[in-house]
């Protein structure tokens, strides 16, 4: 009998948690100042900013990489860019993967955020200020602990749909084996092959992992503070 | 009308207090907030329902930033427009309380408490025990804040304020969204604490017993602006404030405990009219004690009265007369031995008792009228 997942299966396993957990790394980094922005600001450039972050949610993915090939590439202006500065290429390369399931996810991070920051309110932040705290202190000691499940929410959802994803990572990524051959381009490979159980047994691994995720979500989820 | 200043209150030398001259608009209320505080002592803020209390008090701890003019406290410029100074709150060191207590829930009582006082590095000149037991925190300091009473969540967010050494108190109405018992026993916990604040205090409320009991000056609040402001008691015994406040005038007499009746539960009072009986409070002879006058709580005789029930009859005599808001009645104003009372009474009696200034009367309040 066959081994459940074969070597190339289990490196596009572990290539794919690698992926998920630096995208969620990187989205929590960059999303927590942009859900911040959001939830605080009176700009008028608030909603625009909101929609485009939330572009990808509407945008066929094939779309969204197709347009970072464009820009990412050689002749494109941020691939110029990065060449100009010695460094390589980033499509067909982890680092590329990275960007863009950072950008496609980003919604997916940024929402939740924005929800639970706005969730608190201007009163405790207020009643902060008035007991000295600095704006960056009332962030960490006041705006964070008290958004925490939507931290756990941002960070589970970020981490469950850069595990899933497809259409960014075969316009960008490739399908390059333990560079950018993830889980569910090894699928793609598997079921055009007419290999439908091993297709089936990755299929599994992801549907049970993405229950797992979201159920972990809702067991995390601090129990609901009475208030008033 | 508005006063600038009220240099009667303190000495030349003296530090200042709260100064602000600030302008802006609320919505359809253009909002006018003219005052000089003492720098010492509770004022309280008072006026009706939609005054813009409230709003003056968070433009003055600077969290909204949307009026226009100057504040400072003492020697410290919080605001100026013309210069573009404008302290952020987190650097003017108050003592925000507001009305529903807005407690951090992520944190334990003491978690809440400690919060200020640790960002004030710890001052040793505050004592912080002593305030956790004055305001009986001491079993409730491992608690969960959501589950405290209203009371218990009003006595951490006022002990928190404190402890984060505050050089201006801002309460706004803490005592108005708790039932009466946690109401009065948060007022008397308030009082013991007026007699040993060492920072000014502002007391936004609109319930005049509480300003009664508590402040020490007094600005009236009415549509945004500034109507009246000086020392409590001359203050609530004007006759020219505006008829939305006519509810609230009255005397105010302070008093110390000369006896207490423990057969009938009352409490004597001595004050420079004469003697007060008031439902028995429960104080030490030789204490302070305040006790409001409502106008609407006086009668006014030409005789003292053999047969009548009214337990407080005070020789008076008349100062003035002004209208009230209702076309049927007048404002009567008494002189009780240095003491101004103010009697409400119909200008049908009025005439009828021929009253002119300087008439001698006696004014008869019931005791019932004076509970706490």
Redesign the interface.
Known sequence: MMPLLSTQDLQAFWLTLRLAATVTAVLLLLGTPLAWWLAQTRSRWQRPVAAVIALPLVLPPTVLGFYLLMLLGPQGAVGRLIAAMGLSALPFTFGGLVVGSVLYSLPFVVQPLNNAFEAIGA??L??????????W??FF??AC??A?PGFITAAVLGFAHTMGEFGVVLMIGGNIPGQTRVLSMRIFDHVEAGEYSQAHTLSLCLLVFSFAALLAMSLLRPRR???? | MAERRAPNLRERDDPRGLEATLAWRRGQLAIELNIALPPRGITALFGPSGAGKTSCLRAIAGLDRDSAGTASLGDEVWQDSTRHVFVPPHRRRLGYVTQEASLFVHRSVAGNLDYGYRRAGQPKHIDRDALIDQFGLRALLGRRVDALSGGERQRVAIVRALLSDPSLLLFDEPLSALDATARNDLLGRLESLHATLAVPMIYVSHAIEEVARLADYLVLLDAGHVVAQGALQATLTRLDLPAALTEAVGAVIEGTVVGHDAHDHLTELAFAGGTLFVPRRGDVLGQRLRCRIGARDVVLTHERQTGSSALNQIRACVIAMADADHPSQCLVQLDAGGSVLLARITRRSWHALALVPGSAVWAQVKAVALGA
């Open positions: 009163r405790p207020e009643v902060a200020a008035c007991l000295r705290a600095s704006p202190d009332r000691s006041i602990p008290m925490l503070v009475e208030r008033g």
